[in-house]
């Protein structure tokens, strides 16, 4: 396997669906991977990198955004700053997801989705057709996981396929 990052400042590389084999091959699974721009999302893709990942696999990222919520919590920041802003975001994570597949030869794509998380990945995991998904969990405290919900909880109890929850604390695992 390649490394897992480069300090390549190259262009990024648009992974195109045309260029993917189709997942219907025995040896082939599709793996769905939300992530956004934390420590956490992070920490589990590269739990998936080390622990799970085949060179046959098709890695499909997504970064969502529910735009909702980002307006709730922000009131004093307008509809368009809190679009222009989770645009930006979405790009550098895109952008970052993108390089590392590049770097280290991982088949798949990345795409960005504006909506409730939980929903959006359940969704996106029965349009890929995927196998598996792996996300990781932001260790919110119980108050505020009990009022926010949380997207990995709902994505557990709603997914029709195995999810893995990569904890918070799993960075000094394997580095």
């Known amino acids: 396997m390649g490394n897992f990052y480069s300090n390549q400042n190259s262009k990024t590389l648009q992974i195109s669906a045309k260029n993917e084999p189709n997942v219907n091959n025995?040896?082939?699974q599709a793996v769905l991977i939300p992530v956004d721009c934390s420590e956490q999302a992070e920490a589990a893709?590269?739990?998936y990198y080390h622990h799970v990942h085949k060179p046959e696999n098709i890695v499909r990222v997504l970064h969502c955004v529910d735009l909702n919520q980002s307006i709730?919590?922000?009131s004093k920041i307008s509809v368009k700053d809190q679009m222009?802003?989770?645009g930006k975001e979405g790009k550098r994570a895109l952008e970052k997801y993108q390089n590392i597949m590049r770097d280290n030869n991982i088949k798949g794509s990345v795409h960005f989705e504006m909506g409730h998380p939980g929903e959006t990945v359940v969704k996106a995991a029965m349009r890929h057709n995927v196998s598996h998904i792996v996300m990781g969990t932001r260790g919110f405290g119980l108050i505020r996981?009990?009022?926010l919900g949380s997207v990995s909880e709902y994505v557990i109890h709603h997914?029709?396929?195995p999810v893995t929850v990569v904890p918070k604390e799993t960075t000094s695992w394997f580095f």
Do not use: A, D, P
Request: proline share 0%; hydrophobic share 30%; charged share 30%.
């Open 26 to 28: 025995n040896n082939e």
């Open 45 to 47: 893709f590269k739990w």
């Open 72 to 74: 709730i919590g922000h």
């Open 84 to 86: 222009e802003k989770h």
């Open 145 to 147: 996981r009990t009022i």
């Open 159 to 161: 997914s029709q396929v």
